[in-house]
């Protein structure tokens, strides 16, 4: 099977100039891509910058300033001005798609679930070029996956929820390496930690965003905690996080699927001390996000997210 390309590394600040609101302490401000109930840039001054169809999934503001989105019945690349470029459309076979990542080579990776839940790596004519097989260990499809991301190395980290297990692959769709949520340390799988967002950072470690569990944990290669927020460290605000993001300046900030009004993402320090909240009515609901911009600094590098 033909090796899947690598995440395309991603220069930021195509989106300079859109801040966030909801700024605790006034000393921090961002712009962020919003994906969710609403599909939006929101600026640092807290003003929409741009939206477009809403019930998204996953997605990236890209190089060029377009946006890639996945929805559960497609992917598109769109313009600012709104023009699609790209687009996929889900397989008959399977009900729902969930993640939507450009890779170096400009293909699109996307996950199908349903009967036959599989990777694709898409090329910009919309083709398959390489499918792998999933292996979910469950039939129920909207929670068979989501947020699945190309490594480095050209393996792949799958949150399974049901399985409470981030499964690594590799390109030929082997499992190589399994990180289990549903530890004793985090509360057993009567607290229901659904992985949701998986990210493999610069040190080896994997941060993951646990729905349900109302908490994130960053994982050692070995699986073990080395680092945990939750609920006890934000006031009760975490309500079904999904989408997180590691920020180059250490801070991690994570979004809460749950919070239909109110304080919806939350940025905090590895001392669990918090620096900037969004209670944007656009970031309600929020299912996954992209922070663009710090105090109008493009963020550094490939995001994390």
Not at 63 to 92: C, H, M
Not at 148 to 171: C, D, I, M, T, W
């Amino acid at each position: 099977m033909k090796h899947l390309s690598l995440l395309l590394s991603f220069a930021w600040g195509t989106a300079v100039g859109f801040c966030a609101d909801g700024v605790q302490g006034g000393t921090i401000q961002h712009s962020y891509l919003v994906l969710g109930g609403k599909t939006a840039i929101i600026g640092e001054d807290g003003q929409t910058k741009w939206e477009y169809h809403g019930g998204s999934r996953d997605g990236f503001v890209l190089p060029s300033g377009n946006v890639l989105v996945a929805w559960a019945d497609r992917v598109e690349e769109v313009t600012r001005d709104k023009q699609i470029v790209f687009s996929y459309k889900r397989s008959k076979e399977n009900g729902e798609l969930s993640t939507a990542q450009r890779l170096y080579n400009g293909n699109t990776l996307v996950t199908e679930l349903g009967s036959r839940p599989r990777l694709l790596e898409v090329d910009p004519k919309g083709q398959i070029v390489v499918d792998v097989a999933l292996q979910p260990e469950t039939d129920n499809v909207h929670m068979q996956t989501r947020m699945a991301r190309q490594l480095k190395n050209g393996n792949f980290l799958v949150p399974h929820l049901l399985a409470f297990a981030v499964k690594e692959y590799s390109s030929e769709g082997k499992v190589v390496r399994v990180f289990k949520t549903d530890l004793e340390e985090l509360g057993g799988r009567k607290a229901e930690n659904w992985p949701f967002t998986a990210i493999r950072l610069d040190n080896g470690n994997t941060l993951i965003s646990l729905t349900h569990g109302n908490k994130a944990v960053e994982l050692n290669p070995q699986g073990e905690i080395v680092w945990k927020v939750d609920n006890e460290h934000v006031g009760g605000q975490f309500k079904d996080p999904c989408g997180s993001q590691r920020l180059a300046n250490g801070n991690t900030v994570i979004g809460s699927h749950g919070a239909n009004k109110g304080v919806s993402m939350i940025e905090v320090t590895p001392e669990h001390k918090i620096v900037w909240t969004s209670d944007h009515p656009f970031a309600a609901g929020v299912h996954h996000f992209q922070i663009l911009t710090t105090n109008g600094k493009p963020e550094p590098g490939m995001p994390l997210k």
